[in-house]
């Protein structure tokens, strides 16, 4: 899958490989592996730089196969960049745990 975000300082992409990896036995739910590659581009024009230096993640995600849909589903991203703004540099480490559970 691929996506892309537009931010005040410039695009965010990121392309996801999805593989199947299974059965969950507890719910018969398929079992959907991911793994993101996440990219910035800074917007040459913009008063904020950012550089993604190294980022890294892996998630699941369970699909329902009776009900057609996507049950639950976990993400962790880590991501290491560089912001600049004017003549200050920032470095940041970000990490992100997303889940979503449907609720009934």
């Known amino acids: 899958t691929s ?6 300082y410039g695009k965010m ?3 996801s490989q999805l593989t199947f990896a299974g059965i969950d036995r507890a719910t018969g739910f ?3 592996a ?4 996440i990219k910035i581009a800074s917007g040459e024009d913009t008063a904020q730089q950012v550089t993604l230096n190294e ?3 892996k998630g699941q995600v369970y699909f329902d196969i009776a009900n057609g849909r996507i049950a ?3 993400l962790d991203l880590q991501m290491d960049m560089t912001v600049r703004f004017n003549e200050q540099q920032i470095d940041q480490e970000v990490t992100q745990k997303l889940t979503m559970v449907l609720s009934e």
């Open 13 to 15: 992409s990121i392309v």
């Open 3 to 8: 996506q892309s975000v537009d931010l005040p």
């Open 34 to 37: 991911v793994t993101p590659e």
């Open 72 to 74: 639950k589903s976990q």
């Open 55 to 57: 980022s890294s993640g």
């Open 30 to 32: 398929a079992v959907i």
